[in-house]
């Protein structure tokens, strides 16, 4: 089958969400794109705060559903950038503009194949479609979502309760084309050393900064034990410190900040209650629910990428994979360095190929 006219719109897509600015919180003028783009294609849109969704029209609640999912949000842009990175600019083969990577080929990319296999599954017995492409024995639901970049409140998690039960999903970050079946949690800890203030001049009071000591030197040298041979360990680094007030006088606190990156085998709140253990300093954990996830290596998309030639592999990045209840793995154009950097862009082959990609995966996926 010919896509071509199914990638000129997703580039013409791209263009017109690249020129509205949409950073985490403020993805509105994006969401009404959305809406209206899903509208004019002749389904149904559904809305929840900036999230927007269609589900295909033959749903049939006996028939397992695949979500196919990325995000419509952007970081702000840096100061590096050469170029406005709202107005997006085509040379050759190159789509530049914030978000056009991170995650916009995969947003315009998906909606296309919701659209074509939903245009198949509807086709006509007499028309050139074969069976097997006329009959995906799976329901699809197509969800671009908001605050993905900062994992906000009013993201995808305000719109999960609401869509039909989900038995797996894509989701369209950047990976080259490659899936990514595993993915690194993310829990930061807020830590505060006490001590008692004095005057420097006298060696008076418990510097906060020595109490902490101790506990900084564990936190860098310990290795937890289980090594995940998609994830790799989990890893703990001290990323923020602050103390003091002046030169003169002891500090009687010192703060700090843990970012502890999660593989599948270890839980955020057991790994929270182990490091309270082991630490003589205060810990708040700021939350529990950015958990790692996986997918099993035997699941049928699995089995089909890898008929495919893909290569599965584990993810360091955060997504919203963590806060999805089912099974999921990232697989989208572009390539995860390029994010959120200077002179972001995607190339329309990436599209290209991303588009056929999927289509060919998910029209012959088998249960």
């Known amino acids: 089958m010919n896509y071509q006219s199914y990638i000129d719109d997703a580039v013409e897509l791209l263009r017109w969400l690249i020129a509205t600015p949409s950073t985490s919180r403020n993805e509105q003028g994006a969401a009404d794109i959305m809406v209206r783009t899903i509208e004019n294609a002749g389904f149904k849109p559904q809305r929840e705060g900036n999230n927007v969704w269609a589900v295909s029209p033959a749903f049939d609640e006996r028939r397992p559903t695949v979500l196919l999912n990325a995000h419509l949000d952007t970081v702000r842009p840096v100061s590096t950038w050469t170029r406005n990175p709202y107005e997006p600019s085509l040379e050759g083969d190159m789509l530049y503009g914030l978000g056009s990577n991170d995650c916009g080929g995969g947003l315009v990319s998906l909606w296309q194949v919701f659209r074509i296999l939903n245009d198949q599954t509807t086709k006509r017995p007499n028309d ?95 290795r937890f034990e289980r090594v995940s041979p998609l994830l790799g360990s989990t890893r703990m680094s001290v990323t923020v410190l602050n103390a003091g007030t002046q030169h003169n006088v002891v500090p009687d606190e010192c703060r700090f900040v843990i970012d502890v990156r999660t593989n599948e085998y270890y839980r955020n709140e057991d790994v929270f209650e182990f490091l309270q253990q082991h630490v003589r300093s205060e810990l708040r954990a700021r939350s529990f629910r950015l958990h790692s996830s996986a997918i099993a290596t035997d699941h049928p998309l699995v089995r089909r990428c890898i008929d495919m030639g893909m290569k599965p592999y584990g993810s360091p990045t955060l997504s919203d994979q963590s806060v999805m209840p089912f099974p999921s793995m990232k697989l989208g154009p572009g390539e995860s360095a390029r994010s959120h950097s200077a002179d972001e862009f995607i190339r329309v082959s990436e599209i290209a190929e991303a588009i056929g990609t999927y289509v060919e995966l998910l029209s012959h996926l088998k249960e």
């Open 128 to 222: 050139q479609t074969t069976k097997n492409e006329r009959t995906v024995p799976f329901n699809l639901v197509y969800l671009a979502s908001a605050e993905e970049e900062v994992t906000g409140k009013d993201g995808i998690v305000r719109a999960l309760p609401l869509l039909p039960h989900i038995d797996v999903a894509i989701v369209g970050e950047p990976t080259g084309m490659q899936p990514a079946i595993a993915e690194k949690g993310l829990m930061v800890i807020d830590g505060i050393a006490r001590g008692q203030s004095g005057h420097a001049a006298r060696n008076e009071g418990v510097n906060a900064i020595y109490e902490a000591l101790d506990d900084l030197v564990w936190l860098r040298d310990y």
